[in-house]
């Protein structure tokens, strides 16, 4: 219960809160030493933090634990998620290419086992692990294909996000006007859901292309009454890029 806590209290921006839940539900898990358990505190631990954006140094390290835990106990489920999470990690450290196939024999590793839930998670992060290795066609498929599952099965809880990586996508590729067109509709679905740490996420990246367009005053008001929404998690990246964007905007 506090791992799923955790869960909802980053989504809506409580970040702090968020973090103290899951280290309290950690600990507990370190204590009962049960493998199935400690297995899911240690999987939760890589989806809170690429929720709020904390170091892939030490998301690895959970990582590569969980992957030790679930070969040590035949855990073939939350072996998927450790390769899922690993490769993520090891693209966001600039090693996309270990990276990829990690997330891909993740992936495929789940649907094997029949699981199909969070598969618009997981094909986000393969989508995000493309971008960082500049393969923008490549994403944009696995981006699409999340976005396809999640209007399919209504798993709408990650997607915000998915459209804001199509838009960094379609920006990188220089296509500006639909990356703008992304954005909206990330912050649009973001906001339905009351997802504050979505929402600030988006409006960065949308108050970023308008910084470079010269549109400062509307990348400042854009930006400034989400981030000034928060009142934890200032020690978070996410919150930190937010603040140094707005500095630089004023």
Known sequence: MRVHFSFLLACLGHLDQALAQHDEAFAEARRL?????????????????????LEPEK????ADELVALADEHGLGHFRMVALIERGWCLAALGRAEDGIPLLTTGAVGWLDLGYIVWRPWAL??????????????????????ARRLADEREERWFQAETFRLTGDVLLATGDAAAAETSYREALALARHQSSKLWELRTATSLARLWRDQGRHAGARDLLAPIYGWFTEGFGTPVLQ??????????
């Open 33 to 53: 030493a049960h493998p199935p358990t400690l297995a899911l505190a240690l999987a939760s631990i890589g989806i809170s933090g690429q929720r709020a954006r």
């Open 59 to 62: 998301l690895l390290q959970y």
């Open 124 to 145: 986000t992060l393969l989508g995000d692990a493309c971008r960082m290795a500049g393969q923008w066609q490549t994403a944009l498929e696995h981006l699409a294909e």
């Open 241 to 250: 890029d937010a603040r140094a964007l707005l500095d630089e905007l004023a």
